[in-house]
Every structure is written in C-alpha cells, then in structure tokens.
C-alpha cells in the first residue's frame, strides 16, 4: 500500500520551517492517493546565509576557500635558515648542503587546494559544523542543504531530525534514506557533503612557523606541518608528536614518508590537538658520491650508516664502495677532528654514527680492467674486451678497419655537383684533376705504437711494431701479443712525415705536352721524366713560361706574405702619425681633411693587399735563350705539384702611369724602351724605377744594375709585363712610405703574385 502524505506534515513544512512547496509540481506529480507530491528544498534561502558564512569566516582570517587559517593569504614561505651544522660543512668541503626533507616544506604553495572539490574520504566521521547536501526523488522530491548542529543532528522537512554525529561519510547516504523511508517508499537518495567543519590545532616546539591554526575537519599531522613550514634548523623530522588532552596519541617520522612516502603514522587531527616539534637529537652529513648529498637527523643514537643511506637513496653507480672517509667530532680532545677510511661493506654499513660525523664516498676511477683501444687512422675508434691470448690481428682482423671516414666521405662525394660559389673559392683545389691520388688518407704500414701502462709501477711504456708485416702474416713477430689496457695507434703518413721513397706522388701536367693528365710517379722522380710519362712536349711548348707550382711553398708563401703585409700595415700607420703630428701644428682643418684623405687612401691600399693570395709558383730563372726541355731543373716531384707549360703568347702587357694600358704585339729584339714609346708614358712616370715582370716569374728592375745598365735597354720575351709606377707626392704619408718600398712590386712577386694581381693593386 502506498503512503499518503499527512494533514500535518504539509502544515509543518509550510509554516514551522518556512519551506516551499512547488505547486507547478504539486499540479504535475501525484502520488497513489491523488495527492500531489511534495517538494522540499531550501537552496534559495541558504544562498546568502553561505555568502554571509564567508565573508565572517575570511574577515576572522580563515581562507572559506581551503580551510586553512592564514595571518596573510599572500605569505611566501622564507627561505630556511642555515644551521651551525650546515655553516661547518660548507666552511669543511666548500658545499652547501641542505636538510634533507626541507625542499618538501619550502616549496609548499602559498595556499592549499580548495576543499570543496576535494574527494570527501569514506572513513571521514562527521561532526557539528558539516555540511550535507540531500538530494531524493521518487515519492517525494528533495533538494536540501542542512547543517550539523552542535547536539550532532540536522532537520529534514516532513522528515524530522537525523543523528549525523559520529557517522562516517560512507554510512551517511544509508542513515538518511532509512529516516526517510519510514515515510516515504521507492525513494532514491543521494547524498553529499559541501562544507566542512574547522578545527583549530597548535604546533609548537621547533617549528618555522609556531602558533594556532584552523584547518579543515578531516586534516591530518602531515598537511598541519605543512601550513606551518615542518620543522626549523635545529627541530626534528623523525619524531613529531600529536599531543591530545596531555598523551601522545601519534608520531611520525617525516623521513619515511618524504623518502618512502610511507604515511602509515600519520595522524588525524582533532580539535584542540597540538603538534609538537621536539629538537632534533643528532645531525650528520653526506658528501661525495651519494645520490642524496645533504645534512640527515639520526633517529636515534645507535642509528646505522646502512638506514641513512637507505634513506638517501642509496649509492650511485659510479660511488667507489671500497673508500668511504668518515670524519668525526670530539670535542674532548685537543684536536677534534679525526678521519678514518673503511669500505662500505656488511661491516661498513652496520657503523653506528654520531652527532656531527661527515661520511665521504669517493669516486670510481674510470679505468678499464679489461679493454684494448683501437685510435688514430681507422675507420672507428674501438674499445674491445680483452681475451687471453689477443693479438694486433685480433684486433684488425683486415685492412679495410684502417679506411678512415674522411677518406669514405671524400669517396662518396666525388661525382657530386659542387654549387658555382663553391667552384668559384678555389678552383684548383676543388678541380677534379687535384682530387686524383687524394681521397684516401695512407696509412702509414711502417710504424704503429701500442701504449702499455704498468698496473703496478704506473710507467708507461711505448711498443713500436710494422703493422704492414704484422697485417700480411700473423705469425709474424711484429703480429705483438697484447695486454689488457693497451692501446693501439694507427698513424697516416700525414700524421707522421714518411721518407719521400715510401711516399704516393701524384702530379698533373698541362698545356703543351702530348698527354696532358694526372701521373703517379714513382719516388725520386723529376720534371724529365714527368714530360716523358704526358708523351714529350708540343711544338708550341714555351719554355720560358714554364710554371710550376707545389702547395707546401704556397703555405709558406702565404704565411710569409702575411707577415709582410702587417709589416706594411704597421709601417703605414707609423708614417700617418707622423704626418699628423707634424701638420696638424700648422693648419688645422685643411690638413686634417687631408690626413683624413690620406689615410682612407693607406687603409684601401691594406685592403687590397690582403686580398692576394700566394701561388705556390716556384720560378726556374731559365734564360730568354733557353730552348730545350733538358734545361729544366733536376727537382724531384712531390704529391701534389703541378707543372704547366703553356704555348709561346704573342704579347708584351704594359700598365701604370701610361697613357694607354694595352698588350701589344711581341717583335723580337724589342726592348722596353721601345714598347714604352708606343704606350706614352705620363708626366706622372717614375722613370727611373720601371721594372718588368718576366714570363719565367723573376723580376727585372734597375735595383742592383750596373751604373752604365738600364732597364730600358733590356728585350723582353712573350709575356713579359713592364710595370710603370708614378712618381710619389712627397707631401703624401702613404706615398712617403711607398717611396721607401721601390721594390715592393719584386717581393711580391717572391710570393709567386701574378702581374694581374699586382695591377689589381693600381685599381
């Protein structure tokens, strides 16, 4: 049978406890009887009773939103405070170490998590002050809010009271329906919490922050500590204690929880508990190879190394447990400090520690007990295990180990389409021509070295063997037995300079010759025999002109041109100061434009002459008469050299101060003052110190001529270049200096320069 709603229920419920009854859902709900069915709720209604909850919560200085009692909302833990403890260790190994655990109450936020949202634990045993939010719907619908009273109960409309005191949150949602069930049927009931009471707690003792707070109703010992930022320099993690109604009901060991995070201790507060921070009773540091360096509290005075480095975290792998240094305080003693070294064993980590100890792990040595090394000019650098009985060829069990990588990279670009900038930095270097017989790094089969090092003595010792004989047969004596920790070194023969009979010589020919091309010679070779491989010379070949070219003179020349320039660069700024110091005293923005003038001129100059690049020619001095190929010199080839002989030209080059710059027609039996009278020389012409750059890559100047020679009277050959200076202004600094320098066309020609690149310098 189904109940019917009483006369007196809905008289009560419309004016001893102000409830609403919707009667839009009384018009469409009905229940067995007819009657239409009750709606409880007063959600309306408690709206500003929670705001004005709030606002006299906050104003008494409790956060409404996470229940946690704070002088300043905004406070920012400080920074800990360094112990004695602390200040000695620092000033004893130059470390600063932390407490361990402080980092878990220095990084606690400013504020705690809002417990609203929080999940409401099932074992949580309600009291006066929380809040339960009702909700049923079947035979009657109910949407209410309703607060435990301090005699532990709460009033439902139509319903009556309900005992909430002492129940646990679980157990909430079943006590409720029963009281509504005796006079409701088929009613399904749910049942939540919204907010919850506040207790106020004390934590006093050694505690950064000591005093009362009001936490939530089910916090515990651990989220107590951390409103009050845990213990202070000298307070104890290892024994906080709860005091209740003066017995300890609970203490927990901060360390188990921050390192293990075992919260088994921890301890559910009540209202008027007071935490209790005792002082710490022992501290001692860790240093060195430990994964956890810091300062630990002992528990107990009999405490073992083993459960502080349980604690810590245990050692890494790269701590050496056979050394392990404990210093030790005394203060009896005339000197308080002692130091013993023990391993970390069985026996090691059962050392019972006291107050002030400093433990020292060491570091392994990062040596190999078992490996051979394999370096130097090898496809990969090897460390191997050791196996009795290894020798060099089981180590380089074939040739191809000793194929370096740039020599493979090389090989794989080859046929790869450089980009024009690339081709335009160096085009003999980047020529194919000059990569012939230069792609692979040689390996030098004469000499390898093994580098031993006596475990004992610690003498180093270095064995020298033929790895070409030891590579061809492993029964040779050079196939050497190897000890464990060798280390075997394969050189190139760039890394060590072989004799010039053992070296590879690759050397290009061009121009005039039958077979122009790339040729291995064999050691000791020279020019002859070179000409002889390309199949002799043409008929156009031009001896005169010869050129031959070898990149170590051009490194030198380069090197030594650079000197050179920087001698000029100084000398030019010398000479500028000079001038400056000298004029400035007569005149004073006339001649600073011009000093300004003059030494934008200098700088131009500089500019240009760092521009040039040596050759690497090597001149022969053949004479103008010289016409047969026997006349080259007997020098013998190195990798690498270059010769070119190129066809007879048809022209003499005449530039500086002429009227017209221009190549003219080679006559035999012309001299240099005739070709200078058909080019006009300037009023500006320095006569005197014309000079001829020879096809054969010498220079012809008046310098050190006869009193009766002239450069004038001289023939000159096809190719030649005669080169005319100006006469120097003698008011100009850069052109003082160049007066001095009336050679400076002949010592750059010394670098192997071009007549081309000394005309660039006009320019």
């Known amino acids: 049978m189904k109940s019917t709603l009483p006369i007196f229920a809905i008289f009560a419920a419309t004016s001893v406890f102000a409830q609403q009854v919707d009667s839009t859902n009384a018009a469409g709900f009905a229940n067995s009887s007819g009657l239409a069915r009750s709606f409880i709720t007063n959600q309306n209604q408690n709206q500003n009773q929670n705001q004005n909850q709030n606002q006299n919560q906050n104003n008494n200085g409790v956060d409404g939103a996470n229940g946690m009692a704070f002088g300043n909302k905004n406070y920012v833990s400080p920074k800990p405070e360094t112990s004695e403890f602390q200040s000695f260790i620092q000033y004893a190994t130059g470390k600063k170490l932390t407490r361990f655990g402080s980092d878990f109450f220095s990084n606690t936020p400013s504020s705690f998590a809002p417990l609203q949202n929080t999940p409401l634990p099932s074992d949580y045993v309600l009291g006066a002050g929380d809040e339960v939010l009702i909700r049923a719907w079947g035979s009657v619908d109910i949407d209410y809010k309703a607060t435990v ?147 630990y509290e002992l528990k107990s005075p009999n405490e073992s190394l083993g459960s502080i480095l349980d604690i810590a975290g245990g050692l890494p792998v790269v701590a050496d447990p056979r050394r392990a240094f404990l210093e030790r305080i005394d203060s009896s003693k005339s000197q308080p400090r002692s130091v013993e070294e023990f391993v970390l064993n069985k026996a090691g980590l059962n050392k019972t520690l006291k107050d002030g100890d400093m433990l020292t792990v060491s570091s392994i040595t990062p040596d190999f007990s078992n490996a051979v090394t394999l370096r130097g000019n090898v496809s990969q650098q090897l460390r191997v295990p050791f196996t009795a009985g290894m ?90 037995a190897l000890h464990p920790g060798d280390t075997v070194t394969i050189f190139s023969q760039g890394d060590i300079q072989v004799p010039l009979a053992k070296r590879k010589v690759f050397v290009r020919v061009e121009g005039e010759v039958n077979v122009p091309g790339v040729y291995q010679m064999s050691p000791g070779e020279t020019l002859s025999s070179l000409i002889a491989k390309a199949g002799g010379t043409t008929s156009n070949a031009y001896l005169f002109g010869t050129e031959f070219y ?92 270059q010769l070119v002989i190129p066809s007879r030209p048809d022209f003499v080059h005449v530039f500086g101060a002429v009227n017209q710059e221009s190549s003219m027609i080679w006559r035999r039996g012309g001299t240099v003052e005739k070709y200078l009278e058909d080019a006009g020389p300037t009023a500006e012409a320095d006569m005197d110190n014309i000079f001829v750059l020879r096809a054969n890559g010498t220079v012809l100047s008046s310098t050190g001529r006869g009193w009766f020679s002239s450069v004038k009277s001289s023939d000159l050959m096809p190719g030649d270049s005669i080169v005319v200076p100006e006469r120097l202004n003698k008011e100009s600094a850069y052109k003082t200096f160049t007066n001095g320098l009336k050679d400076w066309a002949q010592i750059l020609s010394g670098f192997g320069i071009s007549a081309a690149a000394i005309k660039s310098l006009r320019q």
Not at 185 to 211: E, M
Not at 606 to 615: D, G, Q, R, V, Y
């Open 550 to 641: 070898r990149e170590q003179v051009r490194k030198e020349q380069q090197a030594n041109l650079e000197k050179a320039i920087r001698r000029i660069e100084s000398q030019m700024r010398t000479e500028n100061t000079k001038v400056a110091v000298n004029d400035t005293a007569v005149d004073g923005q006339a001649v600073m434009a011009k000093l300004k003038a003059t030494q934008d001129a200098s700088a131009q100059a500089i500019a240009k002459m760092h521009e040039l690049k040596a050759t690497g020619r090597i001149s022969f001095g053949l004479g103008a008469n010289d016409e047969s190929f026997d006349k080259l010199p007997p020098l013998k080839l190195e990798n690498g050299d």
């Open 391 to 480: 020798h060099v060829r089981d180590l380089i069990p074939n040739r191809a180990m000793l194929v370096t990588r740039s020599s493979i990279a090389r090989k794989n670009l080859e046929g790869v389409d450089s980009t024009d900038a690339e081709q335009s930095k160096n085009q003999n270097a980047t020529s194919i021509a000059a990569k012939i017989g230069n792609s692979a790094d040689e390996v030098n089969w004469e000499y390898a070295a093994i580098e031993r090092i006596n475990r004992e003595t610690q003498v180093v010792s270095l064995v020298a063997f033929n790895l070409g004989k030891a590579m061809d047969d492993e029964n040779s004596p050079e196939n050497i």
């Open 149 to 295: 009273d301090r005699n532990g109960i709460i009033n439902i409309p139509t319903i009556g009271t309900v005992t909430l005191a002492g129940v646990k949150a679980g157990e909430a949602d079943a006590v409720i329906k029963s009281s509504i069930g005796k006079l409701y049927r088929d009613v399904a009931v749910s049942v939540t919490f919204g907010r919850l009471r506040a207790i106020t707690v004390y934590v006093v003792g050694q505690a950064q922050k000591p005093g009362s707070y009001t936490v939530s109703g089910f916090s515990t010992l651990v989220t107590a500590l951390l409103a009050s930022g845990g213990p202070n320099t000298v307070g104890s993690m290892r024994n906080v204690q709860v005091k209740r109604d003066g017995k300890v009901v609970g203490s927990l060991d901060m360390y188990a929880f921050i390192a293990k995070g075992d919260k088994s201790h921890d301890v559910k507060l009540l209202d008027g508990d007071t935490i209790y921070i005792p002082p710490a009773n022992a501290h001692i540091a860790l240093v060195g190879k430990v994964n956890t360096p810091a300062i």
